[in-house]
């Protein structure tokens, strides 16, 4: 059959690992802005109470201002809340405020509980004119596997794993693709892991080469071939209310994220 609705080639990532600190954010805003900067048009859904993500793409996200929890807990449409990024065209952002923190708790008596991000995401594609199709979706999630998580896996079509390049990288990680597989059965039949990135790489270690390798070993090509360096010009860049793609873009950190932007355009199956 032919694509129907303008946003059938959307790819609709949730960036996922229920540890913190292992560049889900980074990778999720650097990943968003190298796309935009390729021409795409893409959205980022803020789903972490801590609003970094919107942070490190200007969006306001004091309590009280609208975002993802007024779409999830109040039913608000996804495009009254929808902002663009001023650091870059084509970027477009959905704030989360410390509000969201009561989401998890607010979302348990709801009806349909777990699907009302894919709800809500899906309306506002449908409704884009074909030439304000977004092409990609990438959405930043908390360090859990709470509701607010099973509704990224549920709205998305791709898992994105980042993986620290760290002894304990691994640890987690079954407990991870079980819970992928759990939403597979009985919420989101077409829900893949299509890609792993590895971050914080520091080729100088043996330790850092040997994670790589026992990832590498067990996922095979859903592992980019780029790995992101350890870069302080990554970790500064979201205090300037930017990603590294535009704060320092020709620093290893912009570089091999673009990198990996233009890997995962070449993904198979992709558009
Ligand atoms: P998560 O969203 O998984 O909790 P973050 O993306 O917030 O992780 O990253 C955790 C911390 O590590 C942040 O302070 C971030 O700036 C820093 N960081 C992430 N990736 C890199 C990198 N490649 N080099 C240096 N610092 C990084
Ligand atoms: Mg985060």
């Keep these: 059959a032919q694509p129907t609705h303008s946003w059938t080639g959307t790819r609709i990532l949730t960036v996922a690992n229920q540890k913190g600190g292992v560049g889900k954010t980074t990778t999720t805003v650097n990943i968003a802005a190298a796309m935009a900067r390729a021409g795409l048009r893409v959205l980022v859904l803020d789903m972490d109470p801590q609003g970094n993500a919107s942070t490190a793409l200007s969006v306001p996200h004091q309590s009280g201002t609208a975002g993802i929890y007024d779409v999830l807990v109040e039913g608000t449409p996804m495009a009254e809340v929808v902002r663009e990024s001023p650091t870059m065209a084509g970027l477009w952002c959905v704030p989360a405020t410390i509000d969201l923190a009561g989401a998890e708790i607010e979302l348990v008596p709801l009806v349909a509980r777990e699907n009302r991000l894919r709800r809500a995401l899906h309306a506002f594609l449908e409704e884009q004119s074909a030439d304000r199709a977004f092409d990609l979706v990438l959405i930043d999630?908390?360090?859990?596997?709470?509701?607010?998580?099973?509704?990224?896996?549920?709205?998305?079509?791709?898992?994105?794993?980042?993986?620290?390049?760290?002894?304990?990288?691994?640890e987690g990680l079954s407990q991870l693709l079980k819970?992928?597989?759990l939403?597979?059965?009985?919420?989101?039949?077409?829900?893949?892991v299509t890609t792993i990135l590895l971050t914080m790489y520091d080729a100088r270690t043996r330790l850092a080469s040997d994670v790589a390798e026992q990832v590498r070993e067990h996922f095979g090509e859903t592992v980019l071939r780029v790995a992101i360096p350890r870069s302080v010009r990554i970790s500064e860049a979201p205090s300037h209310g930017e990603t590294v793609i535009t704060y320092d873009p020709v620093s290893t950190g912009a570089l091999s994220y673009t990198e990996a932007a233009a890997q995962m355009r070449q993904q198979k199956g992709s558009a």
Excluded: K, W
């Excluded at 596997?145 to 990288?169: S, W």
């Excluded at 939403?183 to 893949?192: G, K, T």
């Design 141 to 170: 999630c908390p360090p859990s596997l709470g509701l607010l998580t099973v509704n990224a896996f549920v709205a998305a079509r791709e898992v994105l794993i980042p993986i620290q390049c760290e002894y304990y990288a691994l």
């Design 179 to 181: 819970n992928v597989e």
């Design 183 to 192: 939403i597979q059965q009985h919420l989101n039949s077409e829900l893949r």
